[in-house]
């Protein structure tokens, strides 16, 4: 996956509904190439399909999460561009202090869960992590 398959996904996440044509102007690059693009990431089953998104109250059987990350030296771009790929991340907040990263995580089950930890823990540049739970929401 390169940089343009995250963009694409990127533009996918945001409006899952939009057409190719509108997707390759918004990536400055062919029809062809989208469609080529969506078809091998379906394909490899980085895409495995589109779908509704729901409020997190009605979407009760998804386990969620935040993890906070800590990125070595100035690879912050990086690990950013490759986490803005990832479809278990719903979103990605930079932050101060001593995170550098804020990652929602949204999985079918806890031991999904633990395989999108697992993968981001494993990503060169990351030196440490905390994940919590979201337990209950209260307000949106």
Same mark, same amino acid.
């Given at each position: 996956?390169?940089?343009?398959?995250?963009?694409?996904?990127?533009?996918?996440?945001?409006?899952?509904?939009?057409?190719?044509? !509108? *997707?390759?102007?918004?990536? +400055?690059?062919?029809?062809?190439?989208?469609?080529? #693009?969506?078809?091998? =990431? %379906?394909?490899?089953?980085?895409?495995?399909?589109?779908?509704?998104?729901?409020?997190?109250?009605?979407?009760?059987?998804?386990?969620?999460?935040?993890?906070?990350?800590?990125?070595?030296?100035?690879?912050?771009?990086?690990?950013?561009?490759?986490?803005?790929?990832?479809?278990?991340?719903? !979103? *990605?907040?930079?932050?101060? +202090?001593?995170?550098?990263?804020?990652?929602?995580? #949204?999985?079918?089950? =806890? %031991?999904?869960?633990?395989?999108?930890?697992?993968?981001?823990?494993?990503?060169?540049?990351?030196?440490?992590?905390?994940?919590?739970?979201?337990?209950?929401?209260?307000?949106?």
């Amino acid at each position: 996956m390169d940089d343009l398959d995250r963009r694409l996904i990127g533009l996918l996440r945001t409006d899952a509904r939009a057409t190719i044509a !509108a *997707l390759a102007k918004s990536l +400055g690059v062919a029809r062809g190439t989208v469609q080529n #693009r969506i078809a091998k =990431l %379906e394909e490899g089953g980085t895409i495995a399909g589109y779908t509704v998104r729901l409020k997190p109250q009605a979407d009760v059987s998804r386990v969620s999460g935040v993890m906070t990350i800590a990125v070595e030296g100035n690879h912050l771009e990086r690990v950013v561009r490759t986490l803005r790929g990832d479809p278990s991340v719903s !979103a *990605l907040h930079s932050t101060n +202090g001593r995170w550098d990263l804020v990652a929602e995580l #949204r999985a079918d089950s =806890l %031991e999904a869960l633990d395989e999108v930890i697992n993968r981001i823990r494993s990503l060169q540049s990351i030196t440490r992590t905390e994940t919590s739970l979201l337990l209950s929401t209260y307000k949106l």
